[in-house]
């Protein structure tokens, strides 16, 4: 992954076992997939679409989400969503904190919080909903709010506290419901701290207050109200016993979050805030498990108040935290250099073997003959490999400016840099002999890619569309080759002809990107190499013109033999496993089970039987469990083959009845990736039927995307790259002398939809009704004058109306 969008606020991290948690039945969902006629499409056909709603199982939220945008017409028309809201408010008013009556509250919400999601993406054909409705919405939620039952503990009844708090920042009223929310934080103790989906509720406050950054009436609100600021303050430093715990996230969030207020354009506000984080820096000391809260607090002062940590030697206290934290080296026979928070010397050697071997391979198949693109000093790549997932989102932001909502991330830098430091930066997901380092081979490829295919920077990559499936795409092939089986899945769902894969941008989904991709790519290969090399001859010299224009010949030409290769693909008697997987021994036999599905099995005493489940991006629950006649056992293992004798995890209960549920990560979601399972017969069995059950993610993945919220700052002529979802600051210090200052804004990918406006403040950071100069084309081709007379920072404001897009930001002064 060379671009990802960054959350702004932090979400559970998993528990030390950072990979599965063998679960009790009673303690899991009682809905498998699709089960309920739920989907988005049998509500519309319902005789009673709201009693529909009511009675849904969470594992039909998927489709409200992400339903066609035409249903803005029908089910998710105002007067719709206002009949919706109605019900919403009826239930609340009836509400004992009964199981019953809870999931009805969760379904109607998450029911709202899908139409927003779906207008936020038509907007620009649709605009928003009414005042009038996301009002009432907020009178709703204001009810519940202030409910004695809001708090109810139970899985039914706290998924209804995420679903109408996390409505808040869908309808855009934390004003008008903040009075409320914060008073939701006195339930934080050390009780509910032990339900981490609870704390993720309450958490839904500080989402919301970051998906404010720039709206005038939160400012003004807060502004009003300094005594919130005191009041977030006091949650962080008087519950500071949770540091080091599952539910330790929240506090990071109140102080980051009490800090992007730095932004309001009020003096108060910012005088106050920034009191309150130098008194975070001074009770919570840098070297210790208090880490998070000084990095919030540091980060924030860094980014939007930098002239109060002068006496703050940052440089100094970043290198020390990095060599606490990232302690092992070990330079590779090659480019890699290991560097790792815990890495034992044989692990990093491993690694090594495994980069040498990829590297080797990808020589072969990109035909390089050794040779670097011209101006790619990048002669060395740095491997930053955090222990966990909690590791890699708690500190790689911080020392490396990466994000972290993603499985590892390969930051090229400008490869004609002298004294550019290639890196990319990944996580382990298992603490175990294993290397189980994740997508290594993925980002080891992109920097491969970038060295010896792509001349310039990503952002010259970029610039003429048509290579985002090359670059995802080769990455995954690299890794997998013929084993993708999670790619080859997608053929059967919905058929993407070869145009519509060589298009594709990083406004398309997850699936497209990387799955559609590899399949491109591996076609490409296997059955026009010729046409490849020509190609990598157009982006080792930099022409990615031309490339986009043969790349959209060869769609044209071979749509056709696309479709029909896909098609032998679907009806092969099976495909190879991932070559990081040990292969299967010929007594093996290895079943693939889809998400959702139910098999029936029977087996003799100390019989085996294989399967293996692909997980994608955006699941938040999976669990697999047996339950049946006579005695098998349910052992399970992640990017490995399971048996009763290698494995690592298992959930023995006495006879056929066994569960595993795996465990979130600290982004909310499971580890996606290829899981391996096994039953076997202790005794004979009958009639065991083996289930998988599963629920998508509700919380961060059906929000409008997210972005990094933290300032960049610009130099004087140069460009800066920049993904934007919805809202980016960035700024650019101009000395004394100066009269004008000059930005220009345009889109990486002119093939690509999209309308992001420029804002322009000197005095403080911009909102959308608060600027000096605003440029708003109907496109992302943005031009801003703006006179300045004394030195200092000019702040700027990006708004994106799409997800997803990639611009350029140039800046000069005069």
């Given at each position: 992954m060379r671009i990802a969008p960054v959350p702004s606020i932090h979400s559970p991290r998993p528990k030390p076992n950072a990979l599965l948690l063998a679960l009790s039945l009673a303690g899991l969902p009682s809905f498998s997939y699709a089960l309920d006629a739920c989907q988005f499409n049998d509500i519309t056909q319902a005789q009673e679409p709201i009693l529909a709603i009511k009675n849904a199982q969470p594992a039909c939220y998927n489709s409200w989400f992400y339903t066609d945008s035409k249903a803005i017409l029908g089910l998710y028309s105002e007067n719709s969503i206002d009949s919706i809201n109605r019900a919403l408010a009826l239930e609340v008013s009836q509400y004992q904190g009964t199981e019953a009556q809870a999931k009805s509250i969760a379904n109607l919400g998450e029911f709202i919080r899908a139409a927003y999601y779906v207008r936020y993406g038509v907007k620009q054909d649709f605009g928003d909903y009414s005042d009038q409705l996301s009002n009432a919405i907020a009178d709703t939620i204001n009810q519940f709010m202030l409910s004695p039952y809001s708090l109810s503990l139970g899985r039914e009844q706290v998924a209804a506290m995420s679903s109408l708090t996390l409505m808040v920042d869908n309808v855009k009223r934390l004003p008008s419901t903040m009075a409320n929310f914060i008073v939701l934080l006195d339930a934080f103790n050390p009780q509910t701290a032990q339900d981490v989906q609870f704390v993720d509720g309450l958490n839904n406050l500080f989402r919301s207050m970051s998906g404010h950054a720039s709206r005038d009436d939160f400012y003004q609100h807060i502004e009003a109200h300094p005594e919130y600021l005191e009041t977030l303050y006091r949650f962080a430093t008087e519950h500071d016993w949770a540091l080091g715990t599952d539910a330790d996230f929240i506090l990071y969030n109140a102080v980051r979050e009490t800090g992007r207020l730095l932004v309001s354009p009020y003096p108060n506000t910012k005088t106050r805030v920034i009191a309150i984080l130098e008194k975070v820096l001074e009770r919570y000391p840098l070297g210790g498990r208090s880490d998070k809260l000084w990095i919030a607090a540091v980060e924030m002062l860094s980014y939007y108040a930098p002239e109060t940590l002068e006496a703050l030697n940052l440089t100094q206290a970043k290198q020390q935290l990095e060599q606490r934290i990232m302690p092992n080296r070990h330079q590779c026979d090659g480019p890699a250099i290991i560097r790792s928070q815990g890495l034992t010397p044989q692990q990093a050697e491993q690694a090594c073997e495994i980069l040498n071997e990829k590297e080797a391979d990808f020589h072969a198949v990109a035909n390089t003959g050794f040779t670097p693109v011209?101006?790619?000093?990048?002669?060395q790549v740095e491997v930053?490999?955090?222990?966990?997932?909690?590791?890699?989102?708690?500190?790689?932001?911080?020392?490396?400016?990466?994000?972290t909502n993603n499985g590892g991330q390969y930051l090229e830098g400008n490869p004609a840099d002298t004294n550019n430091t290639a890196r990319f930066v990944a996580y382990r997901y298992a603490q175990d002999e294993a290397l189980s380092i994740l997508n290594l081979e993925h980002e080891y490829v992109h920097y491969l890619d970038g060295r010896y295919n792509q001349y310039g920077s990503f952002s010259l990559n970029?610039?003429?569309?048509?290579?985002?499936?090359?670059?995802?795409?080769?990455?995954?092939?690299?890794h997998y080759k013929k084993g993708y089986q999670a790619a080859v899945d997608l053929i059967a769902?919905?058929?993407?002809?070869?145009?519509?894969?060589?298009?594709?941008?990083?406004?398309?989904?997850?699936n497209q990107i990387y799955r559609?991709?590899?399949l491109a790519v591996r076609f490409m290969l296997e059955n026009h190499s010729n046409e490849v090399d020509q190609l990598l001859a157009l982006s080792r010299s930099g022409d990615f013109k031309a490339w986009a224009e043969q790349v959209k010949r060869i769609g044209k030409s071979l749509d056709s033999e696309f479709s029909t290769w896909l098609d032998t693909l679907t009806t092969d008697s099976g495909n190879p496993e991932d070559?990081?997987?040990?292969p299967i021994q010929p007594e093996d036999t290895m079943n693939h089970l889809a998400l959702g599905q139910s098999v029936t099995l029977s087996g003799e005493q100390y019989s085996e039987q294989l399967y293996y489940i692909d997980v994608p991006d955006n699941i938040s629950e999976l669990s697999i469990n047996i339950s049946g006649d006579g005695d098998a056992d349910l052992y399970l293992s992640y990017e490995k083959i399971a048996h009763y004798y290698d494995y690592q995890i298992t959930n023995f209960e006495l006879h056929s009845n066994e569960t595993i549920a795996l465990e979130k990560q600290a982004n909310g979601t499971v580890l996606p990736g290829r899981y391996y399972f096994s039953i076997t017969g202790r005794e004979a069995y009958q009639r065991v039927e083996l289930n998988t059950k599963v629920s998508y993610a509700i919380t961060d993945n059906t929000q409008k995307p997210s972005d990094d919220l933290a300032p960049v700052v610009l130099e004087n002529r140069q460009p800066m790259t920049l993904g934007i979802h919805q809202t980016r600051y960035a700024a650019i210090y101009v000395p004394e002398g100066m009269s004008t200052v000059k930005v220009w804004l345009q889109p990486i990918d002119k093939m690509a939809a999209h309308n992001v406006d420029l804002y322009a403040e000197s005095e403080h950071w911009p909102t959308l009704t608060h600027f000096d100069q605003a440029s708003k084309r109907a496109d992302s081709y943005e031009y801003i004058e703006l006179p300045v007379t004394q030195a200092g920072y000019v702040h700027f404001m990006l708004?994106?109306?799409?997800?997803?897009?990639?611009?350029e930001l140039y800046a000069t002064y005069e």
């Open positions: 011209a101006d790619d000093l990048n002669q930053v490999v955090f222990d966990s997932n909690e590791s890699y989102v708690s500190y790689s932001n911080f020392l490396f400016g990466n994000t970029l610039s003429e569309g048509h290579i985002v499936w090359w670059l995802e795409g080769f990455a995954e092939y690299m769902e919905k058929k993407l002809s070869l145009t519509q894969v060589l298009a594709t941008t990083y406004q398309n989904d997850t559609w991709g590899y070559p990081t997987v040990p708004n994106a109306q799409q997800a997803n897009s990639q611009v």
